[in-house]
């Protein structure tokens, strides 16, 4: 036997992801396949995108499996969230047929796996992918086909998923993001100028410091100013009380992808 | 009639029993009788009572061998082409002939012209409806059909060689059985998609394919089947129920953390067959897959490749379901 493995003694901590039970079978079995050249133990296994990232954080997994065509989220929005982690896994895609996301793996230099996997690819695959680690963030947002259906806050080790959907505004302050939902706050990392380039269709920039979503303002004030204030426009918003100024810079550009909303 | 255009080269009847064939000889022939009208009568006012005049004198003879000709179409087709056609012609200068006895006193116009017109209308409609048969077929719609075989995503093929792969050490005898399913619906599909097929044919290998999918999917795919009122005997073009519950299945139930229902019902409905295909409905974007109705007008177009204006072809959402409905005239035989 062939006991040259990458840690010696050490079994390779692998979750697997794919929303065919056969598929996930084949998986363990090729793992078995290959013990002898690369020892590795199958720490979790799930079906669907959510609950990857509901169970991956605390299984320890070092190398996720992860089919790219899964209900609940697909695979390169699900690896980018599991970017956040502190402890975030490698990943080796795994798809049937997919053009396009063949593609996008090639030009961002993704390790991925076609279906039916064979046993010295899997291997190889495992390997190279344990020793570079998790994917940089760079190449995942190249991949990606559209924007994400959610904004991931990490805590600790556990990553809180935040529709995109219910998020009302976000606000920049020094180093973090506060996203603003109906129900709450929540921080993340993210620099302001790269989620209004993704979801350029879902928000609109009212202020340098601050993006509202389009489908919540339901007016505009006009805010009289007084002290050191200058007289200013701001946004009233479905639901919340606090209101949003907007910046004389942004006001025509504002005023002008709502045309019905109304000053007042 | 197993099969659209078996005869390559030379030509063919139209069919008498198509709606199709029925309504282009009707409308032919009235704009035939409103030109002669026409010419006959520049002035606009008179011009209509002769039109008028004519389609009394028309009418009868037209819808009689129309009649005629739907009663006897199986007899015309065992006749070889050109003395079908005289015999046509023939039933068209009886019946001008009959009507002309009846009616004839009331207008002007003599026996001869009568039968003329007759003459005319039956050759002129022959000749019509031959090159409309001769442009789809037989290479044109040979090609066109080859170019509408209906195709299976790759993403299935290769999912379910892995489902198979899964199966070889812990259930050998269900790995064998699915390729069997595999090599069955290969060979429907590699098959040069131009001749009817039985309705029990394509049902067995709709349910190869359900089996298949079952094995990839488990237990979110739960299929149902109505299909004690489908006629087994009727003929279809192949490959054209395989094709939507494909769809079912990767638009319906695949996206879908949970169970997906589809349902196949198949059933005769006196001189039709009714087929209906229904899957759960995701919104694109929303878990859903995004579609460009490629298999529908895929099918669509086959299926009028073969019945004409016969059959019908229709999807609709309702109440969180997709459906697809397909209506084809009932024809028994065996292929």
């Known amino acids: ?264 | 009639m197993a099969s659209i255009r078996q005869n390559p080269s030379p030509d063919v009847l139209p069919d008498f029993r198509n709606l199709g064939v029925v309504a282009r000889a009707l409308v032919i022939v009235n704009l035939l009788a409103l030109a002669a009208a026409f010419i006959a009568q520049p002035d606009a006012g008179r011009m209509l009572e002769t039109a008028v005049l004519g389609a009394a004198l028309l009418e009868p003879p037209l819808l009689a061998s129309l009649a005629l000709l739907y009663a006897i179409a199986p007899l015309l087709r065992r006749l070889a082409y050109w003395p079908a056609c005289a015999l046509i012609v023939a039933l068209a200068l009886a019946f001008a002939a009959a009507t002309h006895a009846a009616l004839g006193k009331v207008t002007e116009v003599g026996l001869a012209r009568m039968l003329a017109y007759a003459a005319a209308c039956a050759v002129l409609v022959l000749a019509y409806l031959t090159l409309h048969l001769r442009a789809y077929s037989p290479a044109l719609a040979e090609a066109r059909l080859q170019a509408l075989q209906a195709r299976i995503r790759p993403h299935f093929l290769f999912n379910s060689l892995n489902a198979v792969l899964a199966l070889v050490r812990s259930d050998p005898r269900r790995a064998e059985r699915t390729l069997e399913d595999l090599a069955d619906l290969f060979r429907a599909l590699m098959s040069d998609g131009r001749s009817l097929v039985r309705l029990a044919d394509e049902i067995s290998l709709i349910e190869r394919y359900a089996a298949i999918e079952q094995l990839r999917l488990g237990e979110r795919l739960r299929m149902s089947w109505d299909l004690d009122q489908a006629p087994m005997d009727a003929l279809l073009p192949p490959l054209v129920l395989q094709p939507l519950l494909e769809n079912a299945v990767y638009h319906g139930v695949e996206p879908g953390a949970g169970i997906g229902d589809v349902l196949v019902r198949i059933e005769r409905r006196d001189d039709r067959v009714h087929a209906l295909i229904e899957n759960p409905w995701r919104k694109p974007g929303q878990g859903g897959r995004a579609g460009n109705h490629m298999a529908l007008d895929n099918i669509r177009e086959r299926l009028m490749l073969f019945f004409d204006a016969e059959a019908r072809l229709e999807s609709h959402i309702d109440g969180g379901r997709y459906r697809v409905e397909i209506d084809i005239p009932y024809r028994a035989g065996r292929a």
Not at chain 1, 183 to 191: M, N, R
Not at chain 1, 232 to 240: A, E, F, K, M, P
Request: net charge negative; aromatic share 4%.
């Open chain 1, 1 to 264: 036997m062939n006991t040259q493995t990458a840690d010696i003694g050490a079994e390779l901590r692998v979750y697997i992801a794919d929303d065919e039970a056969p598929a996930r079978a084949r998986l363990k079995e090729l793992l078995g396949d290959i013990r002898g050249e690369l020892a590795s133990v199958v720490v979790g296994e799930s079906g669907n995108g959510l609950e990857v990232i509901e169970r991956l954080p605390e299984s320890g997994a070092q190398v996720l499996l992860l089919d790219i065509q899964m209900p609940g989220m697909g695979g390169i929005e699900l690896a980018r969230h599991l970017g956040a982690l502190e402890n975030a896994p490698a990943i080796v895609f795994v798809t049937a047929h997919d053009r396009h996301a063949v593609e996008a793996f090639e030009l961002n230099a993704l390790d991925y796996l076609m279906k039916p996997v064979r046993a010295e690819r899997l291997a190889a695959a495992l390997k190279k992918a344990a020793a570079a680690g998790p994917v940089p963030r760079e190449r995942l947002e190249g991949a990606a086909a559209g924007a994400r259906e959610f904004f991931s806050v990490a805590e600790r080790n556990r990553i809180l998923l935040v529709p995109v959907a219910e998020v009302l505004f976000l606000k920049a302050e020094l180093k973090y993001v506060t996203l603003r939902t109906k129900a709450g706050e929540h921080l993340i990392e993210e620099p302001l100028v790269s989620i209004e380039r993704e979801f350029a269709e879902r928000f609109v920039r009212v202020h340098r410091n601050c993006l509202v979503a389009r489908s919540a303002i339901r007016g505009f004030e006009r805010v009289a100013g007084g002290g050191d204030e200058e007289p200013h426009w701001s946004v009233v918003l479905d639901g919340l009380q606090e209101r949003l100024p907007v910046s004389r810079r942004q006001w025509p550009s504002v005023k002008a992808v709502l045309p019905d909303a109304k000053g007042g």
